[in-house]
């Protein structure tokens, strides 16, 4: 595996479901990153991890979890979600937080029913 | 003060036309202007850069144009092929700040054949 990598790459669940992302990178970064890919805000920031180190929360709700156990992986714990949430989910990776070239995987398409 | 407005939200050109896509910023202390390039299906890939002591970058057939006093930079594609079609976002950083790209809302181009 090369790049960053995500899994699952589709997820369908419930409002009562809870269900997790997971990001894999393979580049020897120590950032990583959450982004929200919807139609009404293209690219929004959600979480930067900085050497597993939480270093940015743009006002995300409670019902998304992140978790960084190292600099490689990258998790979004999602419970009690609502329909609004449905969006492309992506992950990316860069040197260190800051560092001006990130690296994108492909996302996990997340429908909330 | 943080945000990149970029316009047009959608184009479409003619196979071997020029693309122009635009970007203003207002934050003085952003020091890498990237692209980003992202197809259907994918995560966005870094297309081209610049740093503001340049007024112009060309890799093959894109160019970027920079306007430092205008606070203002522009993607031009030349010859647009219908491989271009895709999403287009412009963004911004402080290098080495610590936080993340500040992405535009995304141009989506449409090249006809």
């Known amino acids: 595996e090369t790049g960053v990598t995500q899994t699952p ?6 409002m009562t479901n809870k269900k997790s992302l997971k990001c894999e990178q393979h580049l020897g970064h120590n950032a ?3 982004y929200k890919q919807s139609a009404k805000k293209p690219l929004e920031l959600m979480f930067v ?14 019902r998304f979890s992140p978790e960084c156990p190292n600099s490689s992986h990258l998790f979004l714990h999602l419970h009690t979600l609502q329909p609004e949430d449905s969006a492309l989910y992506l992950c990316a990776s860069s040197p260190i937080a800051g560092a001006d070239t990130q690296y994108f995987g492909p996302g996990t398409r997340l429908t909330v029913l | ?13 003619q196979k071997g036309g020029i693309s122009i896509i ?19 299906g994918k995560g966005p890939a870094l297309l081209i850069a610049i740093r503001p002591d340049v007024s112009e970058k ?8 920079f306007n430092k006093s205008a606070k203002q930079f522009s993607l031009h594609i030349m010859d647009s092929q219908p491989g271009d079609s895709a999403t287009y976002f412009c963004a911004a950083i402080q290098n080495q700040a610590g936080t993340a790209l500040i992405f535009g809302k995304g141009t989506t181009l449409s090249v006809s054949s």
Request: glycine share 4%; charged share 15%.
């Open chain 2, 1 to 13: 003060q943080q945000q990149v407005k970029q316009s047009p939200q959608s184009l479409i050109v």
């Open chain 1, 49 to 62: 991890y900085n050497f597993k180190e939480q270093t940015e929360n743009n006002s995300v709700p409670s």
């Open chain 2, 22 to 40: 635009n970007c203003a910023y207002e934050n003085t202390a952003f020091d890498y202007f990237p692209w980003y390039q992202q197809f259907p």
């Open chain 1, 9 to 14: 790459r589709h997820l369908v669940m419930g």
């Open chain 2, 58 to 65: 060309k890799e093959g057939r894109f160019t970027i144009s």
């Open chain 1, 32 to 34: 990583m990153y959450w």
